[in-house]
């Protein structure tokens, strides 16, 4: 289904695309094609484009465009499309014949429309020239500002402001901004110094001044001239003085920028196409710094922190867009309300405060909450603006959907949907999932002071503190005396889960998002910083290094953000998050009825589940036998039976385990009553379960009796080179048959007695690691008459089923001979990741971050699922078990079954569930939600 | 192509077997269909069948039928169609009605050929009953001789024969053989007494003989009456008198044997399916033990030893067939000839030497020779067949190709092209590809004296002696003072390259064909046992202990026969054989005109190169940089390279390393003038060359002069969970680009320099390990940038080429864009059938050997393809790649490349060559051709 409507949307786009393309091949319209359009206006009350313009004119300038349309005070501009820069590098970098007339005209309309030329030393035009591609790029060229000035012109802007201070400041930045950005000055290492910074120190030093602000008109006047003899210097030319000359400098240096390395790499981290282009925008000046009737600032429509309804933003009297950026001055509030509350919550006395922009311009803060308020209406999502006020005048200089926490994005979805500005659909896929994330887990206070020492992965949310211990045994003894703990590992291993599960948070040095540490983190609900390589852990001397200096030892107290991945030293504060109610529940009704994906979880204990199903969990996916296992009391007797030398050895042992695990069973079946539950036979390595180090051996050997020689090499013998590729999952159950049929013994027992007291059960049994139909065939059946058999002793009827975990690449590409035995097929996309990759998650570390960051890699394929490789083992599973067994039910249970991308990947798919771990549950309702829209949306 | 190929074939066999069921489905033909043929008579001068009819007879009732077609003296009889056996379980184990009729008339019919009457007191008719499946089935029923005998007509067989004893005797064996057959009264486990033996030892004690034939009439008479209530004991009733009650319950048997726990076992390991059946041969008594002009004997129309062309085999007079094989008389050779010759070579006097058949019956062995040679010529290849002479008249009672030996194989195959009984291609097909092995390795000699002490997997071929080490090093001191040894090992490691090498043989306890130490010796041409699980390796105490209680110390002597798996005390001589001459060099050459698939070789050493051009590989497909890095004064510097602290250290002992690696390239480019060379950069993980222990560790850390505290933490530091997985590959050369700098710095370089001289070089550069095109894309554009600098640099041009190893899952899945990159591909189907399986060939051991004997595996899919799953890839990987790339050159260099059935597979699927170590190189060329012969039949 999903091929087909996918093979139809591909006929329609090519079909419009013909359709576009029709006019240009015409040789008949050759006339008109000369008179191509690749520059457009806007500003002056009207606009040549509009906001759906964006592929043409980036989007800064489709949004000037919709503003200018929209009749808003723009200052009059024009932009050059990207179809520019497309014949630009299909040219040889040369531009297409009538572009430089048309510049000209557009650049004559400004000029008439703000009464002032370019290059005219008495009222200069000055303009500022920006790049805007169709996404944003923030490795693309700087702005340039103040284009147009040169030792004329800047006698004119002298007159004109009357500020030769400001005249003289404004030519030294553009000087400066030109030699690094369009000559190609500034330097590629920031670690190097800029040439014109250097020189502005050395200046300011011999001023004996401080701040840029306490240079004089003269000083300025001194470095415009010492600039230009560093560019002469440098680059062997004079710096242009012909203001054309510049333009078509900077022009230039823009579509040059679409292909310098910063912006290569960074579209193919993104998948941004190269055909795409940037176009290049160039507005008339305006100034917010020309005196006290002047100002610029920032607004939201809304409350970007809390998404209340109302206007919110900062401006400064006689500043420059940079001066609010730079941090130099503090800047006010735009709003009365906001100032008095800033004051009150910074101690400062009500006549004290600075005034606010609606006390000291009411009539600009009124005109500026309308157009606020039109732009949000218009736009329907909330919009952050820039604005300057020149000389008393309001000019608009952009505007975009703004960010917002994810609390606001909730609250500004789920009102706007009462306010009949959008539909329902449109409100949940505003909300980006993985944001949510916050909201479920205690946050730092934000307020609070905190010293950061270290930055690992952010592997597990939560903020969390607590004193620092270095091993499992360590955290278990800290716990039982009712100490918080933080486990410090260099990484961690199924050993340590009883330290774990007693922390409150887990920091790891290496290992990534899939790492060990991280998904039994996740699964726990534990917050967990991973792959820390800034610290240097010395278990001998008990302590580690933060950054090579910063000493932590045992006891000490360190705070974890696992939301960010930063590690603080000390206690820092945290707060409490609301959880699931008000907007973000309706948001959540919307979300459950949008989508198709039902949502499951990944969970072991009883607790693991309960916490799920309060978070909207509709069954249990992955139910992990082998964490029972390592329980305090129950790792003895599981060792006792791998250390069995025989058969009834075996036999014995896990007698002693059955009571144990049915018990678990029992416990988990009364808690998800009615919904299903997914339960993995064991699947490690059995060597995971002993013990590692010989004085551990020893010990356990002392403990349960057995000579340690023998115990050791058992060990030993256990052993193996690539314990994931070894004796694991389903072989264990072929060459150790006793093993399983103890765990479906305790499955389908504790299935009839938690059905016996009335509730409903829906156990499925799944068997790991099917790489062949006829390991399947085997477990299914031996494990389908035991069942019988219990259902038949008990006389209480369960439905069950038997399925498996594809998680084996071979098992997908014989999906067809596998669904012949399987009743259910879940994708284990941890392993099958590491199989079909050829990339163990443990081990990847040494090379995997380097290749997300050059760029052979989009991304970590253990995040998100590699949708081009993997997914097509997927794909090919579906296709294949369907195809044998119509209407398979087919799951996902890897740790991509949390990831949104991946989420949407299974909904178009086709997969009927995904399973995450219980925190993430909101996550991946939200995620289904908005792959089930897009998917509606993409239909017709 | 492969496919729409297939699904013509698919077409066209529906069709066909439409054709072939339409008369049976037709109503109008219910009255033929009612008398449908189910028995088909043999015999008498004519047959109902041939031997064609193999489906329908079962492969010895159809050859029966072809020898009593052409007029050959067959005691009559009939076979009961396997169509019976298919009706009789799906009818809950019934006949066809008119089945009873049919064997009566054919019945009948015998007993009017050879005038005597089933159940006749008189002249008693006896019969065989045997089973006969189309395919020869070990597991199956076995035969059932003399039936038709009871007390009344024993009685008749006595008057008959004059022979009371042999009548009683024949008696007693059909009761015995009745009773464990046909009753089922033979113990299942082979450890349990048969009920009949025991009581015919128990007689044979009373009566003081030693032997069955020192059992008088009587005694013999006293034991069908034992065996008899022996049978009403254990069965509750009596022994069937009625002859024909005794044929229906001997023709229930053998259907009932289909279905029997052996027989399926044996189909589900051969892949025999179950809806085939088997068939039921029914036919007269002949007897070769009733006096002196009676024999029986078994021969063949040539030497199966040598290929000569002489008829050849043994007999014996007055015996039945059981007795040639049972070994208690000896036979003694046919023809006077042989008879003379073997007297010779056993010392006997001509006086004293038994006649052969020539000489006493020289009538008849005239129509034997005549027989023999006139089926050769019928069934176009060398006959072993079956005959009995009865009172003077000669019975032919079997014939079937027949086995014959390697060295015999070949020599026949080119002899019957001069005799132009076949042609050529018939010729290749005829020699089993595996089986020339033996021709090019020392084989034991035959007539030594050998005390097998442990069987293991015969992993590399090859029969050697040496005095046992249990270390490399002492193996490459005993080697120094040129002392012969085998290394002995639980496993071997990439460490003990250097031990391996030196010794002629490699024994160990651990791992499979595919294991490491198998891998190396094969790629070394040495003799290796591995996964000797008898033995019991103390390295300690320096020796082993074979099955439990043979212990050999160091320096004593051990014999290993790498082509059968079996271990020797002491020094066994061995045989050289003779190589590539003769019909051998004639067949050869006709496989090389015949094969489409060209033949390389896997080589790391000039050496290997030399061996393998003498095989005839036409290029190294896999030339392994690592092996070269163990040699022994290289290892340290490789360890200096990985232990450095940054980039320069590593350039430093890169350095030293380069004119190594350049010097073993110029050699192999040297040897391999004119031809292909393939060579793979760096692929293992860093680790494998560091020392593993911490005393080893620090002995290094102390000779290089590094402190042993940061050796240790380096190698703990490379330390990985899953290596296979890990740092190793491509992922090197991206993580360390200098490793590949200096590999390919050494190629281009050798490369030059050899091309110089004049010879031909064609360097093919490897990359391995690569999942993701991008990766092959960036070590592609810097060693080929590379590459042409050093062109230009020597001036020199060398026309290089780039491709990489496909052996990661999604390198198949993605073969598309990775082909865009390559310009060749090479499976590595070991790593692509380990990550494809998910299964680890060094910790199989475990399990893979219960999975193949309980047939949930078919074989080990590391000996051969795994053709349904990882074969899948293949074909996606050549579909994918050349759909990119048109005629991208694809071979395969993994170990599957010297398997026969693996070779076809990859003919099949349009690779361009395989590669296989040296000594595979002649198999790889025959198998090669057979493929393509097969490749040319099927089509029309």
Redesign the interface.
């Known amino acids: 289904m999903a091929k087909s409507s996918r093979g139809k949307s591909r006929t329609k786009s090519t079909k419009s695309r013909a359709a576009t393309r029709a006019p240009a091949k015409s040789k008949t319209r050759k006339v008109v094609d000369r008179a191509r359009k690749y520059v457009y206006a806007f500003g002056g009350g009207r606009a040549d484009g509009t906001a759906a313009m964006k592929n043409l004119l980036g989007g800064k300038g489709a949004n000037l465009a919709e503003m200018a349309g929209m009749g808003l005070p723009v200052p009059p501009g024009f932009t050059i499309s990207t179809e520019v820069c497309t014949y630009y590098y299909a040219n040889r970098r040369t531009y297409p014949a009538e572009l430089k007339k048309q510049v000209a005209q557009h650049l004559a309309r400004i000029e008439s429309l703000v009464g002032r030329n370019f290059g005219d030393p008495v009222r200069p035009l000055l303009v500022s020239v920006r790049s805007g591609a169709r996404a944003s790029m923030p490795g693309m060229m700087d702005t340039v500002l103040n284009l147009g000035l040169n030792d004329a012109t800047v006698q004119g802007l002298i007159a004109d402001s009357k500020n030769e201070r400001f005249a003289w400041d404004s030519y030294r930045r553009f000087v400066q901004m030109y030699g690094d950005v369009v000559l190609g000055l500034k330097p590629e290492d920031p670690k190097q110094a800029d040439p014109f910074e250097e020189i502005l120190e050395r200046k300011k030093q011999a001023r004996g001044a401080k701040l840029d602000t306490e240079l004089t008109a003269a000083d300025l006047k001194e470095l415009v001239a010492e600039f230009k003899a560093v560019i002469k210097e440098k680059k062997g030319t004079d710096f242009p003085s012909d203001p054309h000359q510049q333009l078509w400098g900077a022009i230039g240096a823009v579509f040059g920028s679409w292909q310098n390395a910063r912006a290569i790499t960074y579209r193919r981290l993104y998948g941004i196409p190269d055909e795409w282009g940037t176009a290049v925008n160039v507005q008339a000046m305006v100034f917010g710094n020309l005196g006290d009737d002047c100002a610029t600032g920032v607004g939201f429509s809304r409350d970007p922190a809390t998404g209340e309804r109302r206007f919110y933003g900062d401006f400064l009297v006689n500043a420059q867009g940079e001066d609010v950026v730079a941090g130099i001055r503090t800047p006010q509030p735009l709003s009365k309300a906001a100032a008095i509350e800033d004051a009150a919550a910074q101690g400062i006395a009500e006549a004290d405060r600075l005034p606010a922009l609606e006390e000291i311009m009411p009539d600009l803060y009124k005109q500026l909450t309308k157009i606020a308020a039109q732009l949000e209406k218009h736009y329907r999502d909330m919009q952050d603006i820039e604005f300057t006020i020149e000389r008393g005048r309001l000019y608009m200089l952009q505007t975009r959907n703004g960010k917002r926490t994810a609390h606001a994005a909730i609250k500004i979805a789920v009102d706007m949907v009462k306010e009949r500005l959008i539909d329902r659909d449109t409100a949940i896929a505003r909300v980006e999932p993985s944001s949510i994330d916050q909201l479920l887990h205690p946050g730092l206070d934000p307020k609070a002071e905190k010293t950061l020492i270290a930055k690992g992965v952010a592997a597990s949310p939560g903020a969390v503190a607590g004193e620092v211990v270095f091993s499992a045994d360590d955290a278990e003894a800290a716990a039982a005396s009712s100490k918080k703990v933080i486990l410090v590992r260099v990484e961690t291993s199924p050993e340590d889960i009883h330290g774990m599960s007693v922390a409150e948070g887990i920091l790891t040095a290496r290992g990534g998002k899939a790492s060990h540490a991280a998904v039994v983190a996740r699964g726990m609900g534990k917050s967990c910083v991973a792959g820390c390589s800034d610290l240097d852990i010395r278990y001998d001397g008990e302590y580690f290094l933060a950054r090579g200096s910063i000493r932590v030892g045992r006891g000490e107290w360190i705070t974890l953000d696992g939301s960010t991945g930063e590690v603080f030293l000390g206690k820092v504060p945290t707060v409490q998050t609301e959880g699931e109610s008000g907007d973000f529940a309706i948001l959540m009704s919307w979300a459950d009825k949008a989508r198709r994906l039902k949502i499951r979880t990944n969970a072991d204990t009883p607790k693991d589940a309960a916490v799920a199903r309060k978070f909207g969990a509709e069954g249990i996916g992955l139910c992990r036998t082998e964490h029972m296992f390592f329980e305090a009391e129950r790792i003895d007797v599981v060792r006792e039976m791998i250390l069995a030398a025989d058969t009834d050895g075996r036999e014995r042992a896990l007698a002693k385990l059955l009571p144990m695990q049915r018990g678990d069973f029992i416990a988990i079946f009364r808690e998800m009553n009615g919904l299903p539950v997914t339960i993995r036979l064991l699947d490690p390595p059995l060597h995971e379960f002993l013990p590692q180090t010989d004085a551990d051996t020893n010990e356990l050997a002392a403990k349960i009796g057995v000579d340690a020689g023998t115990l050791r090499a058992r060990r030993d013998q256990l052993h193996?080179?690539?314990?994931?590729?070894?004796?694991r999952g389903c072989?264990l159950g072929?060459?150790y048959p006793e093993i399983y049929r103890m765990q479906v013994r305790a499955i389908m027992e504790a299935a009839c007695t938690v059905a016996r007291e009335g509730a409903k059960v829906i156990p499925e049994i799944m068997i790991p690691?099917v790489?062949?139909v006829?390991?399947l065939a085997?477990l299914r059946k031996s494990s389908d008459e035991l069942s019988r058999a219990i259902i038949a002793e008990t006389g209480q009827k369960v439905a069950y089923t038997i399925g498996t975990m594809v998680?084996?690449?071979?098992a997908c590409?014989?999906a067809d001979?596998i669904a012949r035995e399987a009743e259910f097929f879940s994708f284990g996309t941890n392993?099958l990741t590491?199989?079909?990759?050829?990339?163990?998650r443990?081990?990847?570390a040494?090379?995997l971050p380097?290749?997300v960051e050059?760029?052979?890699?989009p991304g970590d394929p253990f995040a998100s699922l590699?949708e081009?490789?993997?997914g097509?083992?997927l794909e090919m599973g579906v296709r294949k078990g369907r195809g044998a067994r119509a209407g398979l039910k087919i799951g996902i249970c890897g740790e991509h079954g949390g990831d949104p991308s991946s989420i949407a990947f299974c909904h178009r798919i086709g997969l009927d569930y995904v399973s995450c771990s219980p925190y993430r549950v909101p996550v991946a309702r939200l995620a289904a939600a908005q792959a089930a829209i897009a998917g509606t949306r993409k239909k017709p």
Chains 1, 2 share one sequence.
Do not use: K, W
């Not at 193996?720 to 070894?726: C, D, K, R, V, Y």
């Not at 998680?807 to 071979?810: A, C, G, I, M």
């Not at 590491?834 to 163990?840: N, P, R």
């Open positions: 193996e080179l690539n314990p994931m590729l070894g004796l072989r072929i060459v690691l790489g062949h006829n390991e085997r998680e084996v690449p071979r590409l014989t001979e392993d590491q199989m079909g990759f050829g990339l163990s443990d081990d990847a040494t090379f380097q290749y050059s760029g052979i890699l590699d081009g490789g993997i097509q083992l």
